[in-house]
């Protein structure tokens, strides 16, 4: 009976095997009932009706098996979440966010990592917690997915039946106490104004079409091929920072270097390291930098972000847009 109980773990060959053993079991015990051989009538009747009844125990009992056996897939519903929706309050600028993945949670199980839009499969039924994490591609690496770790989790609680079709259009904000450094948009002010290339005749420059309203704009030529610009504002990060990100949107013609700039005693001119070049790209783009390491690394109590391009030998010119700059600190 074991193996009854446990039948679902075995494979139709198994099974087609097994119901094979038994039929050919029963042929070889009760082969003068099974067949209606020539002895099976000169056997008295009380016998063959013991040898019937046992026939039919058999055959009962292997119907109920192969019946166990052959059962319904369970119908999935499906979850369809068709975007991730970002709002920011008074003082965090832009809500223009590029959530690209949202991570599902089910009863705190893990459910998968899926691409917006998305559309997947739910086996389950009855009241379920879903917990949906906003997705971003971390330094802007495809191959690189992360939970955006800025970002609220959006919860809801949803009584799931087979076969639904479930629409889900999460919201989300920035996650109380988080620390914005530095948040410029260049609208009515410009503090990408120090000069770590020694070069105060060009700079970012405020001007019309950016990404929203008005961007910093410099221009790389070959009388001046290399810049180097940080901002006026330092941070002042702690040393038990959780997470420390760079947002920003950016077209440029020439590739772009971000990283930061540390400030100490034993570094009072400020030492500086770069994490991420991007590459140059005709349309704006937005992208996540996780400067968390480089700001441990730097042993300094404050930061500045800064920028490096150096025009491309193949071009005699090259345009760096860059717009909603933040420093963001968990």
């Not at 993945?101 to 997947?120: C, E, K, M, N, T």
């Not at 994490?133 to 609680?157: C, H």
């Not at 949803?158 to 989300?172: A, E, M, N, Q, W």
């Not at 077209?251 to 005693?265: A, N």
């Amino acid at each position: 009976m074991q193996f009854f109980k446990n039948h679902k773990k075995y494979s139709p060959s198994v099974l087609r095997y097994t119901f094979y053993f038994f039929t050919r079991s029963a042929r070889e015990k009760w082969g003068n009932v099974v067949h209606f051989s020539g002895k099976a009538r000169k056997m008295n009747h009380l016998s063959l009706l013991c040898e019937r009844s046992e026939q039919r125990s058999i055959v009962i009992l292997l119907m109920l098996f192969l019946a166990s056996c052959v059962k319904e897939n369970p119908v999935p519903a499906y979850l369809n979440i068709p975007s991730f929706t970002f709002t920011t309050n008074l003082g965090e600028g832009t809500a223009a966010q590029k959530i690209s993945d949202v991570w599902v949670y089910v009863d705190g199980q893990s459910l998968g990592a899926y691409q917006i839009p998305a559309r997947f499969p739910f086996v389950g039924t009855g009241k379920h917690e879903f917990l949906l994490f906003a997705g971003i591609r971390n330094n802007g690496i495809r191959s690189n997915p992360v939970i955006w770790a800025s970002a609220e989790t959006f919860s809801t609680t949803l009584d799931v039946k087979s076969g639904d079709d479930i629409t889900i259009r999460p919201t989300s904000t920035y996650i109380d106490g988080i620390k914005f450094w530095l948040n410029e948009e260049f609208e009515t002010t410009n503090t990408f104004t120090i000069n770590r290339d020694n070069n105060a005749i060009i700079g970012f420059s405020p001007i019309a079409n950016g990404f929203e309203g008005r961007c910093g704009s410099i221009t790389l030529t070959k009388s001046y091929p290399i810049i180097e610009k940080a901002t006026s504002v330092r941070a002042q990060l702690p040393d038990n920072a959780q997470t420390v990100l760079i947002e920003l949107h950016y077209k440029t013609e020439s590739p772009l270097e971000v990283g930061l700039v540390g400030y100490s005693t034993a570094a009072p001119n400020g030492e500086t390291t770069y994490k991420i070049v991007l590459t140059p790209n005709k349309t704006w783009n937005k992208t996540y930098i996780d400067v968390t390491q480089e700001a441990k690394s730097l042993k300094s109590k404050d930061f500045q972000v800064v920028f490096r391009s150096q025009l491309p030998d193949t071009l005699t010119q090259a345009t760096v847009l860059i717009d909603n700059v933040k420093l963001v600190q968990k």
